[in-house]
Every structure is written in C-alpha cells, then in structure tokens.
C-alpha cells in the first residue's frame, strides 16, 4: 500500500478524527458516565458493564481509576445498544432512525480515501514511546471479563494490522488478544480472517511476522475492522472514506506497519515463526465461553505507545442486550449485505436486517422483498447465504415480504408463522464457513464447519393475487388518528407508521412523499 505524505493534517470534524473527540461529543448528548471510584478490572468491570448493559440503550462507562494501573483509564460500551453512538461514530446524524442510519451506512462504505503519513514527532500515539526492558502490558490494566476467562484481554475492542507476505497489502481486523506476562500477548484468530492466513502464510516460509495491534481507538475502527472487505483492498481506504478524509498514519518503526497517529494504545512486535501459547477460554459473542486455543500466535511486544493518561478500549462480549458488538455489527452487516445483492444486480430489495439478538448479528439476517418474479425470494436467500458480507457463520437467513419490516422481530415472526410452510419453503446448506466459537457443534473437533437454515417466509409467488388478505388500516383512517394521536387521544409520542394500507382491492406500500409524512420528518 503506498501512502502519499500529507503536508499539513487533513480536514476532518473533531469527533471522527480520535476518541477523545468522540467521548466529548457523546458526553455533551448525555451518553456518557464517568465512574470515578477506583475499579477492578478482574471481573469487576465487566461485571458492571454486563449489568448496565442489560438496559437497550445505556450509556459508555469511562473508569477513570483502574485497580493497580495509575494513571491508566479503561472504556467499556463504547456505542453497545445506542443508536445515536452507533450513528455518530460513523459520521451519520445521531438522530436518524435505524433504517436511515442503514441507508447512510450504505454510501459510507462504498467510498474509498487512500491514508496518508504524517510527522511521526507529533503524533498524539507517540507522546509516550516504551521500548525494550520498559515494555510492560501491566501498565494498561487489561480486564479479565468473566470468571472463568483463561487470563486478561487488552484487546478485545482493537483493530490488529499485519501485512499479506505474497501481495504486501496491509490487513486491518478486530481480534481478542490475552496477556501472557509482561511483554507476551496471545492472537486469536478465527479460521479463514486475513491476519490468520498471512501468518499461516509466512510460516509455511519460515518466516516472522510483524505486527501492530491498536488498544485504543476509535469506535469507527472497530466497525470497519470487524467487516470483510476485498483482500487486496485495506480497510484504511474504507476508514477514510467514512471520514471524508484520508487516516492519519505514522509509519512503526519496529514493524514498518502503518499505525494511526491518533490511537489512544498501540503496541507494535513480532510472532517468530510457529511460536504459539495457549489462549482462552474467552467469554465470546454467541453468550458462551468459546473453547481454549491451544494455538494461538505468540506475539513479542517490541514498543509500547501511548497517549497521556490513555484510555484502553473494551468490548463486553455477551448475550444481548449487553453484547458491545450487538447493534454496530448489526448496521455495519446491514448495509454491507444489502450492497452485495444490489453489486448481484437482484432488484426489489427493500430492507435488510442483521439482528443483534441473534449472537450478535452474526447469527441471523432478514430480508425483505417486492416479489417480481418466480424464484425471486429463493435467489434472494441463496446469494445472501455465501455473500462476503454474510457468509461466516450466519446460520437462520429469512426472506419476507415487502409489508413487512425486517427490522421488527414481531412481524418478522408472523410472516415465519403465516405465510412460510416449512416442508416446502425451508431449504439447508452444510459445510459453510463458520467458526471454533460456535457452542451447537458438538464434539468441537466438528468446528468450523457449518450450516445455514434459508426460510422462505414469503407470500407464495404462484399465488400472489389470490393469497389471504392481511389486516391493515385504509390511508385515510391512519391519518385520521395520527392527526389526532397526542393531542386530543392524549397518547404519547406519535402514531406508529404502517408499512401498507388497505385500498379496498389491494394491499399498497407507505410512500414516505406523502404530505403527512413530509409534515413528521420535515423533508
């Protein structure tokens, strides 16, 4: 990947360009709470974070004192199940809806700006440089999550950058990472990611493998680096074309990696060749411990950077509500999959919808569909199962019609209930990509190998015209009562919008040009 050298910084609003931006931003929107007695960060932080996060909606928790690591402050549920957080750290006004936020999402993802280098001398990462004996990990007070967690993880909430040793890109994920001793850390890495096939790559050679893992960061970072984006395309370029600005990078000097120039933590080193140590277990975002790595990449750290007073990133991964990755992974994954089958040229496509509940998007996705021809919503099913943006792990793919909101678990399930016939409309693959993490396949030795459920919960094509009509409000009968919702019925808020209204012949869509949509949304 070849950088240009910026002169000066590039333009970008404050709140995308680091985390402190972002932090004041959300504080100034209420979503932020500072605790200030001082904290565990052995299951007590996690503890906290898991019980708050029980709440949809609940705020980032800045511990501004952890146990046993002066100075040091740690940063749990950083956007968790906060639309407005999820909105902003990708540059999307925070008051828009979900299905808005989607849409954003969507032409975010699909702009490209190459990064560039600054000076490294005043990179903010580079305030503090900890090199040979002064490296030390403990100085970060990395949590242990759960009880029965195999140690501490100063990367759960990180974005880990390597280089494909044939074609020379560079890779940026989101992999845990567990402390090993004072300048050791353990790489988990699932089969099939990019940073697992350059390392497995270089051994094959006999070769070391540098690395950078940042610790700290920008939740933007995390979104990106969680996604699957093409091999010879680094997510660098997709970072930069959600800012509308190139990333600011310095060049590591013990691994020559690109590494932002405005992280909070970044720790730079090296896995020699076929040195692993045994990881985990780890509490993992299907809600369950995933199985101790008796594998897992060594890495020696050779450099410590770190802002002042600097802020270690955390991820809480659980069942849901209470899971970090839930509702960003669940947008990220949206639009990314909606953007397949519109590059699979499939028309109709009306909505799109990962769920959070569902191990944390990863394990169901809906889609909603105007049926335009016979197949439509068994092709749909098909090429959304092994599309890049959905096909590891996803194991319930639901295709439904256009009356019904992808979004909404409830209609969702009545059109499962009503209008899909399971001997007929619910079709298996096996042997999909999926994951060591996934606690239905037993014995383990069976991981990763899945299988994916594809449900046609569709109104019959064949009989579209003459299938049962469903229960609706005429137009003009809904805007009698919206008119009519708060003020003189005394209901709060407003009147929820229907999807399709009854015209006495046939169930039509919502046009949001409508006047009183015009008149609720100010457009």
Known sequence: MNMPTAARPSKVMPHMRDLRGWLEVVDKLGELHRIEAETDPIEEMGGLTYLVGKREGSPALLFNKVKGAPGARSLFNLMGTNLPRVALSLGIDPKLGLHEVIQEARLKFKDRIAPVIVDSASAPVNENVLVGDKVDLSILGAPKHWPLDGGRYAG??????????????????????????????????????????????????????????????????????????????????AMGGVMGAPMEVVTGDITGLPIPAHAEIVIEGVIRANSTRAEGPFGEFTGYYGRPEGAAP?????????????????????????????????????????????????????????????????GMAVVSIEQRYAGHAAQVLALAAQA????????????????????????????????????????????????????????????????????????????????????????????????????????????????????????????????????????
């Open 156 to 237: 759960t909430a990180d974005i880990v950058i390597t280089r494909d040793p044939d074609l020379g890109h560079v890779n940026v994920g989101t992999y845990r990472m567990m402390v090993q001793d004072r300048n050791r850390i353990a790489l988990y890495l699932s089969p099939g990611k990019d940073a697992r096939l350059h390392i497995a790559r270089a051994w094959q050679r006999g070769q070391d493998v540098e690395v950078a893992a940042v610790l700290g960061l920008h939740p933007m970072w995390l979104v990106i680096g969680s996604q699957t984006f093409p091999k010879n395309m680094s997510e660098y370029e």
């Open 298 to 362: 060594l890495v020696e750290v050779k450099a410590i950077r770190h802002r002042n007073q600097p802020i270690l990133t955390n991820a809480l991964m659980a069942d849901y509500p209470s899971c970090e990755m839930a509702l960003f992974f669940a947008v990220a994954r949206s639009a990314r999959l909606w953007d397949d089958l519109d590059k699979y040229g499939i028309p109709g496509v009306k909505g799109v919808w990962a769920v959070p509940a569902a191990a944390s998007a990863f």
């Open 388 to 523: 890049p943006s959905l096909a590891y792990y996803t194991k319930w793919l639901v295709a439904v019609d256009d009356d019904v909101d992808p979004t909404n678990m409830n209609e969702v399930l009545w059109a499962m209930s009503t209008r899909c016939h399971p001997v007929d409309d619910i079709d298996i693959l096996r042997n999909t990509w999926s994951t060591w993490l996934d606690p239905s396949q037993n014995p383990p030795e069976k991981r990763p190998w899945g299988c994916k459920a594809l449900i046609n919960a569709c109104k019959e094509h064949r009989y579209l015209e003459s299938f049962s009509k469903r229960t609706t409000l005429t137009r003009p009968t809904w805007e009698r009562i919206a008119a009519r919702w708060s003020k003189e019925f005394g209901l709060p808020g407003e009147a929820p919008e229907l999807r399709h209204y009854e015209t006495g012949a046939d169930t039509v869509a919502y046009h949001e040009g409508s006047d009183l949509s015009r008149q609720r949304t100010g457009r």
